[in-house]
């Protein structure tokens, strides 16, 4: 008999720490036997604490066992009760120390993690034995299936009835469920139930013939309760590529009918190791070689490098019929999906396969039948979102910033070498408009890094730059895989502020794209640029409150001044982009005909309605003005059903850009002079700075670095011996950041009299 | 070499020149196993320690945890009760022994190790 319902929490790490912990104890108990064995034994066994040491040591081990049972139900209880659990701080992983308060069903195997397995293995046995037989017993099957959902919990009951089915078995069941022809297997009665193996002579009797395709109602019970027990063999780290070699009906080793698995991806989380392996299968079974797109067979290769050495196991898709492929176009945006939702992979995963992702997707955007399943684009366009989304960054800040940087860079590159509106050359293809809305929601989230960069004092990442020149490198750089935990794209690096060092001109990029999506995307993506100014400035005026004091104290410069320049820059960054993404989209109304150069010409109207109800005089308040109302009106005016843009658009928005515009090389400039006064501070004596924070205490700068507490140690010291800046690229991350606060400090500011100002 | 260690071999006892007796090995045997016991309910003990205080520090609560804590004080009291009981015993065994024995006494000679363990040590 079941025991009663039983409320349970847990520290999942701690739990884990203590089952170790018995484990322990059970090996220091089984020592101790040994030893007083050695030492009484040839004595005669005066005493006999033997039998006690043992029992205590079977004691720590069925408790160890026990234990990790109930951290299992526990565990699989929170997650089948709501969402997926809230991801931890970073650094930990997955469901480490999170704290569950769950009512666990009553265990009927009492914690007995052996007598769950057997039962698991009864239980595969029969569904099996239900489902291979000539004629399909349906009443056995949907009693399996009802039992299953019961335990769906249970991971050790889960457990057995997948090693008790097996790979070649469950790949002919799940043939027979979802209905596959062609499989070219045969089903064996023996004396261990029955077996599968590659069919021979005739089809007289096939097993994959409709007449024994199991009624859908049954067939979508099974595939459910198969999925979640095959999730829960993935979790515990059993679902290898060893295992996939053997998930074929025919019971050929190296051959895995990853199709199959299909319907049974969404019905639990599978572990995001089988995920990554699955993916990267996928994408390696992708042919988008020319205008078509096409799939062969992959390799499954372990993400952990378990089993190297062993034969490659292939991914075949299935064996047999995929009429139009729609089952691997479905099993595709299953699994990308299913890697999407894990935000600790997505970020990485979609690094890895990002110039793939873009690549098709400007395939399946192509008014031409290129044989790019929809559910397949849709899936790598909700990845994209995923994986620099608000989740991902969380979870794994620096491969959701090396995902954006790799995403934008792919997007720069491209534009770079399939455009030129010098030469009216455009060659590329266009992203689809999903996606291009999907780049618009991620540069809301990374907002704040993407003008933080456009305004930035420093350059931006090393690995990125070309030596060169000012250009960017022609490819993304080789020792940028993403488990280097500095930040692969900048060496110096890590954590979520290396967004700011991904280069302007890669967010412009993204930005572009995003713009040319047009309609409501244009609208928050202004609203994020005045935001984002509005801030900054925000931040000027609380770190220098009360600067003026007593009106006697006249400096070169306000101490405000860096940060309106910083403000000029935002804003150009954004109308330049604006401007570019016009002109672009003007060039492709010229040159393209028909739908696209109308939906150019509707997207260059929309951007002209932005930068119309832009006034010269007033760029930054005006912004503000138009977060709502103007760009709504705007995309109704350019609703019109044809035409080019007219001449009065295009110099509407070159007329803004051209007054948004600040002078090249600003931040080189301040920097130099920034520096000047600093090292001529004998010279010209720095004229400290008073200012109020929050609380209303005065605290005075003197623009010394050290004095004012910039510099507090060797880690954060960014002065060379004869007390010059260091160069920015030789900077430690904690140097860099203290040398960008020096630089913005209102001393510093304020004292320097050579500050750049807007050409005009 | 003299010495009164279990380490010593039975050849090379220490002999009494007054009355011509040798150790009597049995003892010695039986007060290094005293010590050795006591060391293990040490060990025990460290091993059982953090349990409880990961216990305390809120790895596991609830009805169930309550019990498997009381089944774990029930085992860790067992054990040092074991290990002291055993220990004890060793030593009055060993006091009751006399300290020196004739040559041809069986305790003169160590007794040999069980089949399949080695003589002494862990």
Redesign the interface.
Same mark, same amino acid.
């Given at each position: 008999m079941p025991g009663p319902s039983e409320r349970v929490v847990l520290d999942t790490m701690l739990a884990r720490t203590l089952a170790n912990r018995l484990r322990e104890l059970r090996e220091l108990l089984g020592r101790w036997a040994r030893t007083v064995a050695v030492l009484l034994g040839p004595l005669g066994w005066p005493v006999d604490p033997t039998a006690v040491l043992r029992a205590g040591a079977g004691w720590a081990d069925r408790s160890a066992a026990a234990l990790t049972r109930r951290i299992a139900l526990a565990e699989a209880a929170d997650e089948g009760a709501g969402p997926p659990p809230a991801p931890g701080p970073p650094g930990t992983s997955g469901t480490a120390g999170r704290r569950l308060v769950v009512t666990l069903r009553p265990d009927p195997f009492h914690g007995d993690a052996d007598a769950a397995r057997a039962a698991g293995a009864r239980l595969g046995a029969a569904l099996v034995g239900a489902a291979l037989a000539p004629t399909a017993d349906l009443a056995m099957l949907r009693a399996v299936a009802a039992r299953l959902r019961l335990a769906a919990d249970d991971a050790d009951l889960l457990d057995g009835v997948v090693t008790a089915i097996g790979p070649s078995r469950l790949a002919a069941v799940l043939r027979l469920a979802e209905r596959v022809t062609g499989g070219g297997f045969t089903v064996m009665a023996t004396a261990a139930g029955y077996q599968v193996g590659p069919a021979r002579g005739g089809d007289r009797g096939r097993p994959d013939a409709p007449g024994r395709w199991l009624p859908t109602a049954v067939a979508g019970e099974l595939t459910a309760v198969l999925g979640a027990a095959l999730a829960a063999f993935s979790r515990s780290g059993r679902l290898t590529a060893a295992w996939l070699s053997r998930f074929n009906a025919r019971g050929i080793p190296g051959t895995a009918e990853t199709t199959l698995l299909g319907p049974l991806l969404a019905a639990r989380r599978f572990s995001p190791s089988t995920l990554r392996m699955l993916g990267d299968a996928l994408f390696a079974s992708m042919d988008l070689h020319g205008n078509r797109f096409g799939t062969r067979a992959g390799t499954l290769t372990d993400p952990t490098g378990l089993g190297t050495g062993a034969p490659a196991t292939r991914d075949i898709g299935c064996y047999g019929g995929d009429p139009g492929g729609r089952r691997r176009a479905a099993y595709g945006a299953a699994v990308l999906r299913a890697i999407a939702d894990e935000p600790g992979l997505a970020a990485r995963f979609a690094d890895a396969h990002v110039e793939a992702i873009l690549a098709g997707s400007r395939l399946a955007a192509l008014p031409l039948a290129t044989g790019v399943p929809p559910p397949v684009s849709d899936a790598w366009a909700y990845l994209v979102s995923r994986a620099g989304g608000p989740d991902a960054r969380r979870v794994d800040p620096t491969g959701a910033a090396t995902f954006m940087a790799h995403l934008g860079f792919a997007v720069y590159r491209y534009q770079a070498e399939h455009t030129d509106p010098g030469r009216r050359m455009d060659t590329s293809w266009p992203l689809p408009a999903g996606l291009r809305a999907v780049f618009a929601d991620l540069l809301h989230v990374w907002r704040h890094e993407l003008y933080a960069s456009a305004a930035n004092l420093l350059p931006a990442a090393e690995a990125l730059r070309d030596p060169s020149g000012d250009g960017l490198v022609a490819s993304w750089p080789a020792g940028a895989a993403t488990g280097n935990p500095a930040g692969p794209w900048s060496t110096r690096l890590a954590g979520p502020a290396d967004g700011t060092r991904i280069p302007a001109r890669v967010w412009a990029a993204l930005l572009g794209e995003a713009l040319a999506a047009g309609g409501p995307t244009a609208e928050t993506l202004i609203g994020d640029a005045a935001g984002q100014a509005a801030g900054l400035e925000q931040a000027g005026w609380l770190s220098t409150r009360g600067y003026r004091g007593d009106g006697r104290a006249a400096y070169p410069a306000s101490p405000r001044a860096l940060v309106h320049l910083q403000q000029a820059a935002m804003v150009a960054f954004f109308l330049t982009t604006l401007t570019d993404t016009a002109t672009r989209l003007a060039l492709r109304a010229e040159l393209a005909a028909g739908e696209e150069a109308r939906r150019a010409t509707m997207a260059i109207d929309q951007l002209a309605a932005v930068a119309r109800a832009i006034k010269v005089d007033d760029v930054l308040g005006s912004l503000y003005g138009i977060t709502l109302g103007v760009v709504v009106t705007g995309v109704a005016d350019a609703a019109k059903p044809d035409g080019e843009p007219s001449p009065a658009t295009l110099a509407a928005i070159a007329r803004v850009a051209d007054a948004a515009a600040v002078l090249p090389g600003w931040q080189d400039a301040y920097r130099t002079s920034a520096t000047a006064v600093w090292l001529r501070r004998a010279d010209d004596p720095i004229a400290p700075v008073d200012v109020v924070d929050a609380t209303g205490t005065r605290r005075t700068f003197t623009g010394d670095p050290r004095a004012d507490g910039f510099i507090t140690g060797t880690a954060d010291d960014f002065l060379d011996p004869a007390d010059r800046p260091l160069p920015p690229e030789r900077m430690s991350p904690a140097a860099r950041s203290a040398y960008l606060r020096w630089l913005a400090s209102p001393a510093i500011v304020a004292n320097n009299d050579n500050i750049p100002t807007a050409p005009g | 070499m003299t010495g009164t260690g279990p380490g010593v071999d039975a050849g090379d006892a220490a002999r009494d020149p007054a009355a011509g007796l040798v150790v009597n090995q049995?003892r010695v045997?039986?007060l290094? @196993?005293a010590a050795?016991?006591e060391r293990?309910a040490d =060990?025990?003990a460290a091993?059982?320690r953090? $349990?409880t205080a +990961?216990?305390e520090?809120?790895?596991? @609560?609830?009805?169930?945890?309550d019990a498997?804590a009381r =089944?774990?004080a029930q085992?860790w009291a067992? $054990?040092s009760? +074991?290990?002291g009981?055993?220990a004890v015993?060793?030593a009055d065994?060993a006091r009751a022994q006399p300290e020196w024995v004739a040559p041809d006494d069986p305790r003169a000679v160590?007794?040999?190790?069980?089949p399949g363990?080695?003589?002494?040590?862990?």
């Open positions: - | 049995r045997m039986l290094a @196993a050795t016991l293990g =060990e025990v091993a059982v953090p $349990l +990961a216990l520090a809120g790895a596991w @609560a609830g009805p169930a945890a498997w =089944e774990l085992v067992g $054990l009760r +074991a290990f009981d055993a015993d060793c065994t160590r007794p040999s190790a069980l363990f080695p003589r002494d040590g862990r």
